[in-house]
C-alpha cells in the first residue's frame, strides 16, 4: 500500500512541471523522473526516489524559467509539500519493509508527516507575503544585497525545519 502512495506522490512530483509548460526538455526530465522515481517507490530505493525527485525539481525549474507563468505560491507549496511527504514516505516505508505495524503508528506518523508539511505552507505564506512588502522597497537595491537577503531567508528556514524535524518527541 505504501509503494503505491509512493508512486502516486512520484506521479504527482513528475506532473507538475508538464502542468507549466509541456516542452521537449521539460518532458523529458519529467518523464526520467517519472521512470527513476517510480522504480525506487516500488523498490525503497531512497538513491533512486532522491534522484527522481532532483529530476522533477530541475524539470520544474526548467518549465518556470521557459515559460516565465505568473507567480503561484500554492502550486509551488504543493509542490514542495509532495516532495517531502514522498521522500518521508519512502524512508519510512524503507524502515519498515516487512514488519507488523499497527494503524497508529501510520496515523502518529501522517499527522507529524503533515504537520511539518502545514508548517512549511504557513512559512512559505509568510514568505510570500513579506516578499510581497519588501518587493516595492528593494526595487532601488543593488542585486548583491537581495541575494544575500534572501540567502539569509533561506538559511534560517531550513535551520528550522531541520530544527523540527529533528527534535526528539516529547
Known amino acids: 500500500m505504501m509503494r503505491l502512495a509512493a508512486v502516486v506522490l512520484v506521479a504527482v512530483v513528475a506532473g507538475i512541471p508538464l502542468e507549466i509548460l509541456a516542452a521537449p526538455p521539460v518532458t523529458w526530465l519529467a518523464g526520467a523522473a517519472l521512470v527513476i522515481g517510480s522504480v525506487g517507490a516500488l523498490a525503497l530505493s531512497m538513491p533512486l526516489v532522491t534522484a527522481g525527485a532532483s529530476l522533477a525539481l530541475i524539470a520544474y525549474t526548467l518549465a518556470?524559467?521557459?515559460?516565465?507563468?505568473?507567480?503561484?505560491?500554492?502550486?509551488?507549496?504543493?509542490f514542495g509539500g509532495t516532495l517531502v511527504l514522498l521522500l518521508a514516505l519512502v524512508h519510512f516505508a524503507g524502515r519498515i519493509d516487512g514488519a507488523l505495524v499497527g494503524p497508529g503508528v501510520i496515523a502518529g506518523q501522517l499527522r507529524?508527516?503533515?504537520?511539518?508539511?502545514?508548517?512549511?505552507?504557513?512559512?512559505?505564506?509568510?514568505l510570500a507575503a513579506g516578499g510581497a512588502?519588501?518587493?516595492?522597497?528593494?526595487?532601488?537595491?543593488?542585486?548583491p544585497v537581495v541575494v544575500v537577503a534572501a540567502a539569509l531567508g533561506a538559511v534560517?528556514?531550513?535551520?528550522?525545519?531541520?530544527?523540527?524535524?529533528?527534535a526528539p518527541s516529547a
Open 64 to 78: 518556470l524559467t521557459a515559460a516565465r507563468p505568473v507567480a503561484d505560491p500554492i502550486a509551488s507549496v504543493v
Open 112 to 126: 507529524r508527516w503533515l504537520g511539518i508539511v502545514a508548517l512549511g505552507a504557513v512559512a512559505a505564506g509568510g
Open 133 to 143: 512588502v519588501l518587493g516595492p522597497i528593494l526595487v532601488g537595491a543593488s542585486l
Open 156 to 166: 534560517l528556514t531550513v535551520a528550522g525545519v531541520i530544527a523540527l524535524v529533528t
